[in-house]
């Protein structure tokens, strides 16, 4: 039984451990080309993932509040959310809100999914949108009799929503560059 477990745990512990032979050897020219050029196609394919994964949480907040503006605007206070501001706010101000969300939404994952130079600033107008709302339900919120922590997504949905965009960015560029550096520090070396 020992030895058995010793052979299994050879045979798998390979996968796991760094090349040692050649090490010494200089990598050609052509297989450094070739290695940046894999790590820009794999960049390039989790860069499209994880931005279509966010603009896809994101685009379901949007309907949500698209939800709820049809059901502010068909009967309105009868969502509970909406139901803690009856006494403070109009139905048209609590619509109006939800519209900015919405459109705080729509610029972030514009700036998500768009491939120019400008698609940073899709998103810091999003971030500069959802500012209005998390102002106006903030303000409404601290007015009422008992804060509702459980209404806390009002103010800071999109405005977060916006925040983790610029992040998520951040770190796309932060490991963009990191490859630019690596074909920065490539040489010339031919193998005989």
Sequence with gaps: MNKLTRKWR????DRFSLPTLDDSRPIDTQEQEEMIRSFEKTHAQQSRLWRSVFAAMLFCFAVFLLY???QQ??????????????EEVDSWMVISADWLAVL????????????SKYHRQWIWYSC??????????????????????DVIWLPF????????????????LESSE?????RAYTYSYKAY
Aim: aromatic share 18%; glycine share 8%; with cysteine.
């Design 73 to 86: 605007a068909s009967s309105p206070w009868e969502l509970r959310y909406h139901a803690y501001f009856m």
């Design 104 to 115: 705080a939404c729509s610029f972030a994952i514009i700036g998500l999914l768009h491939n």
């Design 128 to 149: 500069l949108a959802g500012i209005i709302p998390a102002i106006f339900w903030l303000y409404y919120m601290l007015r009422l009799p008992k804060f509702r922590w």
């Design 157 to 172: 949905g999109p405005l977060g929503g916006a925040g983790v965009c610029l992040y998520v960015d951040h770190l796309l």
């Design 68 to 70: 709820s503006i049809f």
């Design 178 to 182: 990191e490859i630019r550096k690596l």
């Design 10 to 13: 050879n045979s798998h512990d």
